[in-house]
């Protein structure tokens, strides 16, 4: 592995409170121009970010925990992107893949047919962000199996279009108000090892699904079922072994199309390629997005060559679908993920994680669980001596570590996850560090 080499000094170093003037000022600004709905989960304003550090306006450095929602995780400034990304824009920023195609749109798809799950023929088509993957993977299987229904599950994220939105689960802040929306989506129950009855093995989660499915919407009806194989926003929720197998199967069986909606876990995050490998499973279609492509908006689906091709000529795509520039962007990732090894560097990650947290996650009484792959690692916070969501504990904790120049962030349905999302370039020093603090804080807390 090929030594990762950093342009800004990774530490954590704070020389105004949080938020500092600069970036108090700039939110001032902020309030008079860009509209409410848009929220920031940190108060501080970014001037360069590089491997695990953000150096927000003031010349504060805290350590990123939550890589841009698991998007720059080969950090937000990767030499390998940026040369890419100058190199393309000087030649043409856009010309519209379905007017002049160019070479690096095919590039990309012929690695994530190299990269994703399964070694049968695939096809792929780009497109701009994890949404409009996921829209258009139920478009493609609606039109291969001629059917509507689409089977999605309690905690689920899948994006904030209108058909992405009614297959999410929580409503606020993503759906309320917004409807009605897209109908022929129906919602069954996820495999959450921490909430299921105690014992419940993966196999039975998924027959209580699957019996559902049966007997409320019909198997000849369904067109897709799509799952997170690590769900994300609802709390980063790993199934029980042997759910996700049980779904594909029960697919195959019944002619529906198996989605893994890999946007958030996919790309590395997880210590494999995709969240999907660690059962074995092989989807009918994947969805990406996220740490495709080193920040750049690109994301896209790939999967069996006879599922993608049953779509007429022109019924996928978008003016930006594949953009030159994000594509580069993501030839230059995926090669700064093969060239430092980062699949194997997110188990590291993992083990410093677990390593650190391990102790304080078991002795404090507001922990409940903790539990994630790679560099996927979440905790549930709980009210003491129950399995009742604490989502105070959490904004507390949060609070406490941004004080201290630690930026993490939360979720999950009860909002009462903190989830940790580092770069997986971050330095192991700095990462030890940033742990360090969060412990702190979840003892303080817990106390």
Request: hydrophobic letters at 45%; one cysteine or more; aromatic letters at 6%.
């Amino acid at each position: 592995m090929a030594e990762i080499e950093y342009r800004l000094p990774q530490k954590r170093e704070l020389v105004t409170s949080i938020p500092g003037p600069k970036s108090q000022s700039l939110a001032e600004r902020r309030a008079q121009t860009v509209a409410a709905g848009v929220a920031s989960s940190l108060p501080v304003f970014a001037d360069e970010l590089d491997g695990g550090v953000i150096k927000d306006v003031d010349g504060n450095q805290m350590v990123d925990l939550g890589s841009g929602i698991a998007v720059t995780s080969v950090g937000a400034s990767n030499p390998k992107v940026v040369a890419r990304v100058q190199d393309a824009v000087a030649k043409f920023t856009h010309t519209c893949f379905m007017v002049t195609p160019y070479e690096d749109y095919v590039a990309v798809g012929e690695k994530m047919a190299q990269l994703t799950p399964g070694s049968f023929d695939k096809r792929t088509a780009l497109f701009t962000s994890g949404s409009e993957a996921v829209e258009n993977a139920v478009k493609i299987a609606r039109v291969r199996t001629k059917r509507q229904a689409v089977v999605v599950f309690d905690h689920a994220y899948h994006g904030r279009t209108n058909l992405t939105m009614a297959m999410t689960a929580k409503v606020m802040p993503y759906k309320q108000g917004f409807g009605p929306f897209a109908n022929e989506v129906y919602r069954v129950p996820m495999s959450y090892p921490f909430r299921d009855p105690e014992g419940m093995t993966g196999t039975e989660a998924a027959k209580r699904a699957l019996t559902m499915v049966e007997k409320q919407v019909g198997a000849e009806n369904v067109a897709a079922v799509v799952i997170e194989p690590i769900q994300g926003e609802g709390g980063f929720i790993v199934p029980a072994e042997g759910f996700l197998p049980a779904l594909s199967s029960w697919c195959r069986e019944n002619g529906a199309v198996f989605v893994a909606d890999e946007v958030q876990a996919g790309i590395a995050r997880t210590g494999a390629w995709f969240a999907s490998e660690h059962e074995g499973v092989e989807p009918d279609l994947v969805t990406f997005a996220k740490g495709i492509a080193g920040g750049m908006p690109l994301s896209g689906v790939v999967g069996r060559a006879e599922i993608m091709d049953a779509v007429h000529p022109g019924g996928l795509g978008g003016t930006y679908g594949g953009n030159p520039v994000a594509c580069a962007a993501a030839l230059g990732a995926l090669e700064a993920i093969e060239e430092w090894d980062l699949v194997a560097r997110a188990q590291e990650i993992e083990k410093v994680i677990r390593e650190e947290l391990g102790s304080v996650a078991e002795s404090s009484p507001v922990v409940g669980d903790l539990r994630g792959r790679g560099a996927m690692i979440a905790l549930e916070f709980v009210k003491p001596g129950t399995t009742e969501p604490n989502p105070d504990a959490a904004k507390q904790i949060a609070a406490r570590c941004l004080e201290q120049g630690v930026a993490i962030l939360t979720c999950g349905t009860y909002g009462n996850i903190v989830r940790l999302l580092p770069p997986l370039v971050i330095d192991m020093d700095l990462l030890r560090d940033a742990l360090g603090v969060f412990a702190a804080a979840i003892q303080e807390v817990g106390a």
